[in-house]
């Protein structure tokens, strides 16, 4: 997990300076284009490189994260 989440900072970091660069100070407001408490969804797709699938609120599946929001993430 401390694997992932420095992973998934890195690449909202990378993707903040790109921004800086072409001039865009737009906030970030996707990190993918999953949807909202799904399982089987691709997460974080558009800032990492791998591939990370979410579990929902109610299977709660051990290591896995859940979108809660277009903005806010679990992990259990």
Sequence with gaps: MKSEVYLI???ITK???KNVLLGNSNEIDSLDNASINKKAEKLFSKIVDFSVTSTDTIEKK???WAKLSSKNYTFY
């Design 62 to 64: 051990i290591g896995s």
């Design 9 to 11: 900072q890195n690449g």
């Design 15 to 17: 993707l903040k300076s």
